[in-house]
């Protein structure tokens, strides 16, 4: 059974920083793409970003880059999220989602297991 657990969630200010994690566990976890996706109060999903199965290629929603970096340890079985600079609009349940494939993928269909989320907030 695919299990994918987030942690990392926060309450910090404007400016901080947070690394979510996601410790997936019921698959050959080196062998997929992986993703952090998000959804704020009241709005859908937004992608924030993938990674292939090996780390070396991402993709960023325009609005984080710069600011969060993806990764992967694939000997750990663990997904990273470092975000920096952080702003209100932030403020989200982050996800951490398995592709159906190797490669970079950003669509939802695109992905067939999902974490329960962790929460940030970001609030003075």
């Known amino acids: 059974e695919v299990q994918l657990v987030e942690s990392g969630g926060d309450l910090v200010p404007p400016g901080g920083s947070l690394r979510l994690s996601c410790a997936a566990s019921?698959?050959?976890?080196?062998?997929?793409?992986m993703s952090w996706v998000r959804q704020a109060p009241g709005k859908g999903l937004e992608w924030v970003s993938a990674?292939?199965?090996?780390?070396?290629?991402?993709y960023y929603a325009e609005s984080m880059k710069g600011r969060f970096t993806i990764s992967r340890d694939n000997a750990k079985n663990t997904l990273y999220l470092q975000m920096n600079s952080l702003k209100s609009d932030d403020t989200a349940v982050y996800y951490c989602?398995?592709?159906?494939?190797?490669?970079?993928?950003?669509?939802?269909?695109?992905?067939?297991?999902w974490g329960q989320g962790t929460q940030v907030t970001v609030s003075s």
């Open positions: 019921g698959f050959t976890f080196d062998g997929y793409a």
């Open positions: 990674i292939n199965w090996n780390g070396g290629s991402t």
């Open positions: 989602a398995k592709a159906r494939r190797a490669t970079v993928a950003t669509s939802v269909p695109e992905y067939d297991s």
